[in-house]
């Protein structure tokens, strides 16, 4: 029997009042949802996606701080290149000067880990939510969605490509999410470093699909699509200041 690290995470917080909220939370969603969409085959699967974008834009200003942080940082990458450049003998004045660039540009660039951290324990709540719906609502243990057993891991079949559209989804959805907020700049040793982790997070990402049950799927799918979004408007507004900067 496998037992991972997130396994132990997911016991420790499986009775805290974050769980709790989010399952009335859920159900709440659901009574709404249903009231409209009779078909169990088609509330659940709306309130999965409906319960995600909810808690994403909840937490968008703390989203916000974290991508600003990135997406600002890779922007200061070739400036803090030249000054690494010019005062490779200094250290001391390396680090004044970088600070002083950190400064000017507003930045912290420890700016986007307490955003993360906050988030972590709702990700983690959210993920037990919909792992373990069926023992919240027997329910949904015979719903399927867009053609897949919500409580089911995704059987694939060559007949019926559709069941292998989620998992996929979840790897490429995940990859493009990490490479929005990465260097453009591809060309050194620590940028090249950055993408292959996010070519391992996607095939990781996909091949856990393959085990997860639908509903969970469909919750990180629902969620990198609200993460694409939200980091694409970030990213136009970051460069809309940074363009009237230069006029």
Same mark, same amino acid.
């Given at each position: 029997?496998? $037992?991972?690290?997130?396994?132990? &995470? ?55 701080? !974290? ?27 390396? !680090? ?85 907020? =990465? ?33 969970? $799927? ?5 969620? =990198? ?17 940074? &363009?009237?900067?230069?006029?």
């Amino acid at each position: 029997m496998e $037992v991972t690290f997130l396994s132990y &995470a997911l016991i420790s917080v499986k009775t805290s009042w974050l769980n709790n909220a989010f399952i009335q939370f859920f159900n709440i969603i659901h009574s709404a949802v249903q009231s409209v969409f009779t078909s169990p085959n088609i509330s659940y699967g709306i309130s999965i996606i409906l319960v995600t974008i909810i808690i994403r834009g909840i937490l968008f200003p703390l989203n916000y701080k !974290q991508i600003r942080s990135s997406v600002v940082m890779n922007e200061l990458q070739p400036e803090i290149k030249k000054i690494q450049t010019k005062y490779k003998s200094d250290p001391q004045k390396l !680090q004044q000067e970088t600070m002083k660039l950190y400064k000017e540009k507003g930045v912290n660039p420890l700016g986007g880990c307490l955003p993360l951290i906050i988030q972590w324990p709702i990700l983690i709540a959210l993920y037990y939510v919909f792992n373990n719906l069926s023992t919240i609502d027997p329910n949904i243990n015979t719903a399927s969605f867009l053609g897949l057993k919500l409580m089911g891991v995704p059987v694939l079949s060559p007949d019926k490509w559709y069941t292998w559209i989620l998992p996929l989804l979840s790897g490429a959805l995940t990859y493009y999410s990490t490479i929005m907020i =990465s260097p453009k700049n591809q060309e050194n040793a620590q940028n090249k470093q950055m993408n292959t982790m996010s070519v391992s997070m996607a095939i990781l990402i996909t091949f856990m699909s393959f085990k997860f049950n639908t509903a969970l $799927v469909l919750y990180w799918v629902t969620n =990198s699509v609200v993460q694409i979004v939200q980091t694409f408007i970030i990213k136009r507004m970051e460069d809309n200041k940074l &363009a009237k900067q230069k006029i």
